[in-house]
């Protein structure tokens, strides 16, 4: 028996599964969450891994990292993240190519302009952007503080 996979790139208006709930579907993870507020697909957020409470990445944040795969899941709505595959549009600054993702200065987004301390662990882009969106590979990804 297979398991049904839903659509993730739409919001629920009531938490219609255990947020925390982790589902394969293909090579790609994902993780059901609560929003936060201006969250649209392909935004990068923290979430805290006993609350489930996810925040668009900032500087300094620390904590897992997921992208979001719907539209307008914000703080009243829940969804599925990302939280390992590969996918093509993340919310970026310029990425001039693959390699290290860290924190943009625009909350949601990541750039490959190192910033000590707010180096993604765990995820990289696979190329450059196009219009701020860029490919990413991930496994599981987090920020520390510590490395970068």
């Excluded at 059901?32 to 507020?37: D, K, R, T």
């Excluded at 987004?109 to 707010?118: N, S």
Aim: glycine share 12%; net charge negative; hydrophobic share 40%.
């Amino acid at each position: 028996m297979s398991a049904i996979i839903p659509d993730i790139t739409v919001p629920d208006s009531s938490a219609l599964t255990t947020v925390g709930h982790v589902i394969p579907d293909g090579n790609n993870l994902y993780v059901y969450l609560q929003g936060c507020a201006s969250t649209v697909a392909g935004s990068v957020v923290t979430y805290n891994d006993s609350t489930k409470a996810t925040a668009l990445v900032v500087a300094g944040a620390k904590g897992l990292v997921a992208i979001a795969m719907s539209a307008t899941n914000t703080t009243s709505k829940y969804g599925w993240y990302m939280i390992s595959g590969t996918y093509t549009t993340v919310a970026s600054d310029t990425v001039a190519g693959a390699g290290n993702l860290y924190i943009d200065g625009t909350a949601g987004r990541v750039d490959d302009a190192v910033v000590t301390g707010d180096l993604i662990l765990g995820m990289r882009s696979t190329g450059a952007d196009v219009s701020n969106q860029v490919p990413i590979i991930m496994d599981n990804p987090f920020v520390t503080g510590v490395l970068g």
